[in-house]
Structure formats: structure tokens, C-alpha cells
């Protein structure tokens, strides 16, 4: 008999779980609790009579459009952001179902404590879903707020919410430190950065242009073999790779506090959930408008 976890029953709407009795409709295919087809005495699915199509036919299209758990593997709708079944962030991108899951779930079943919690490999496990609390937020609105990437930026948001500490790696961020603060919607910051680098690389375009490395050369009465300069050039290229580590290594916590703030402001303000939340993605997200903007100061 195939597998209609995690489908849902057409007379009640409920999600099908391990162990339901099951039964389907002989002409159609379209599956019902026993319960609610005995109730209804007969398939309701009327629309796919009459198309003349079977129910797993509708299901693939469906499927396709579904985004499937890495770690349970549940088929979820295309607009949920958290599994319905575990509660962990799903991720467009995450189509195939890990091998391992039903190993490790028996594993974890089988390693309890003294108050029957279960333990992971590393200690007691923790699950989060999309109600559970960061500093006084939800982490369905961090991951409204987040928009792209989400498994990325909530395994480190939960890290510095519930576990402390500050560092974790940004690889964009140690590189283009002021195009990524202006992408995440972080403008001062960004412009910040932005207004340091270009300063920063002052001594950088005095060589150049005494050199004439850009096709020209320009003499604007300054020794640029001069230990004093080189010195000032030195220094700058120290402070900007010293920029460039704290972006690097706190950018994501920076990111943190700056959702934690932008969230709380819109939750202060009156307005319906439905409309709090749709501020929270507009608030949120990214931004290559600041970003191609910023391009012609950089490029100079």
C-alpha cells in the first residue's frame, strides 16, 4: 500500500500520521480516515471524477511545488517556513530526504535521561520550532525577518540567544564588509564601512596614480617611497583587514541585534498579526538597489 504520511485526509483535512487506518477511494485513489469515509459514505472528491484523473496524478504536480524537511523528511506546503511536523526552518533548496533520519531518531529515542528527555549525540537535544523564544521574539519572525537563508542565519541566531557568544564565520561579510551591510538593509552600517574603506584606501590611490599604474601619472608633491608614508600605508592596510575580521567574524551577530531591533519596533506598533508579519518581511530581506548603488563609489 503506498505511503500517505503526511497527506492529508479530503473529508477532514487532518494530516495522515503513522499507524491511521487508511482507506481509498477504488475509482479515484483519493485517501480518507476509514472514519470519514464511512461517514460520508462515499468519495466526495467530486471534481476528479468528473476530469477522469487519479489522485496521485494531482499529487505530483503538487508535490513538485512542496518544500520537503531535511530532517524528517515531511512534505510541507511552498508557503510554510518551519516543518510542520519537527518544526525545523525549511529551505527551498532542500529536495532530498537524508538517509539517516530514521536512524537518528531511534538513536535519540533510545539515549533518554532520568526525566525521560531525550539526548543527542553531544548531549540533550534541543528542538526549536517556530514559536520558540529569542530574547523575548519568536523565531518564526527572525525567519521573516531573514527572508533568504534561513537554516544559515537561525542556527546562528539560537546560538547567540540561547547558547551565548558573539563570533561565527561570515565569508561575504569579511569580504565586501560595506556591499554586505548595504544588501542585508543595514544602511549605516554599511555606509559606515563604506565611507572608512574608501578613506582607508587613500594611500592606495596616491601609489597608484604617482606610478602611473592607471595609465596616467599624477605628481601631487608627495614622496611615496618616504618612510613616513609608507608607514601611513601600512597602518591603513592594518585597520582595513582589522575592519575586515570584525565583519568577518561578528557580522552575523551584528545581524542578530539588528532583526532583534527592527522586529521589536514593529511589534510595538498597532496593527493585526497579519499585518505586523507582512512588515516584518518588508522590513527585512535584502536590498541590491543599495547595493548597485554603492557600486560607483567603489569602482572609482
Not at 6 to 22: A, H, M
Not at 141 to 164: E, M
Not at 200 to 205: E, K, M, W
Amino acid at each position: 500500500m503506498a505511503n500517505y504520511t503526511g497527506k492529508k485526509c479530503f473529508s477532514c483535512g487532518e494530516v495522515f500520521k503513522d499507524g491511521d487506518d487508511i482507506v481509498v477511494c477504488p475509482e479515484c485513489g483519493t485517501p480518507y480516515h476509514r472514519e470519514c469515509y464511512l461517514k460520508e459514505g462515499k468519495c466526495i472528491n467530486d471534481a476528479l471524477h468528473e476530469s477522469g484523473q487519479s489522485w496521485e496524478q494531482t499529487q505530483e504536480s503538487v508535490e513538485s511545488e512542496n518544500i520537503r524537511c531535511i530532517r524528517c523528511g515531511f512534505e510541507n506546503p511552498p508557503d510554510k517556513l518551519f516543518c510542520e511536523k519537527c518544526g525545523t526552518p525549511l529551505t527551498k533548496n532542500d529536495t532530498e530526504e537524508r538517509p539517516f533520519n530514521d536512524m537518528d531518531t531511534q538513536n535519540n529515542a533510545q539515549q533518554t535521561g532520568p526525566d525521560g528527555q531525550p539526548y543527542g549525540p553531544f548531549g540533550r537535544q534541543v528542538v526549536f520550532d517556530k514559536d520558540s523564544d529569542l530574547e523575548g521574539i519568536k523565531l518564526d519572525d527572525y525567519a521573516k525577518f531573514v527572508k533568504t537563508n534561513p537554516l544559515i542565519f537561525l542556527s546562528n541566531f539560537i546560538r547567540f540567544g540561547k547558547f551565548g557568544g558573539k563570533i561565527s564565520i561570515n565569508f561575504a561579510a569579511f569580504l565586501f564588509p560595506h556591499l554586505y551591510f548595504l544588501f542585508r538593509k543595514m544602511n549605516l552600517v554599511g555606509i559606515i564601512m563604506l565611507v572608512a574603506t574608501a578613506l582607508l584606501n587613500i594611500p592606495t590611490a596616491i601609489e597608484y596614480l604617482s606610478a602611473g599604474t592607471m595609465g596616467f601619472s599624477l605628481d601631487i608633491g608627495i614622496d611615496v617611497t618616504g618612510r613616513v608614508f609608507q608607514g601611513i600605508s601600512a597602518a591603513t592596510w592594518y585597520v582595513s583587514m582589522a575592519l575586515q575580521f570584525v565583519a568577518g567574524f561578528f557580522g552575523n551577530y551584528m545581524y542578530y541585534k539588528f532583526a532583534q531591533k527592527k522586529i521589536r519596533e514593529i511589534r510595538s506598533e498597532d496593527g493585526t498579526e497579519q499585518e505586523i508579519a507582512e512588515k516584518i518581511v518588508a522590513k527585512g530581506g535584502t536590498s541590491w538597489g543599495a547595493v548597485i548603488l554603492a557600486l560607483p563609489f567603489i569602482l572609482r
